[in-house]
């Protein structure tokens, strides 16, 4: 992993764990560096897929549609909502770090040719049971792709 201070630093999120890397990114993000997160819709949650849908489903019901705490469907929000839960998101430094951060589905153009980091720590290739994409939770609960 080649981090380098005050840059944009791109990781790619197709086959990462997805509370491994948003952990890495978050102390990478406290750190004062820049990240941006491609293909969010690609991270992988380990687990049974009936099991995760059921608590994601169950944790929507949570709340009121105005006043609160809303939930997102779209992998880029959750994902995004994922790191936050893992900075100090109510002091100064964590509000600064949180904005340094940006999640994207796909790989826009602007990244597509630019040198991405490895999070060796948060490979899937370490997982021996259940896992699926975050992009699959995200259908099940509801999230329209716009096709």
Avoid at 4 to 25: H, P
Avoid at 87 to 102: D, I, M, S
């Amino acid at each position: 992993m080649q981090i380098t201070q005050n840059s944009i630093n791109i990781v790619n999120a197709e086959g990462l764990i997805m509370g491994r890397m948003a952990s890495k990114v978050a102390k990478l993000l406290l750190n004062g560096n820049k990240v941006v997160i491609i293909n969010a819709e690609k991270t992988i949650i380990s687990g049974k897929k009936r099991s995760k849908v059921a608590e994601a489903k169950e944790f929507l019901e949570v709340g009121s549609p105005k006043r609160g705490p809303f939930h997102y469907r779209r992998p880029d929000k959750i994902l995004r909502k994922t790191v936050r839960g893992m900075l100090p998101h109510r002091q100064p430094k964590g509000r600064t770090a949180y904005k340094k951060l940006k999640v994207f589905l796909g790989i826009p153009k602007e990244f597509e040719e630019k040198q991405m980091i490895t999070l060796k720590d948060a490979q899937a290739s370490k997982l021996t049971g259940p896992y699926f994409t975050l992009g699959e939770l995200a259908r099940e609960i509801g999230w329209n792709t716009g096709r």
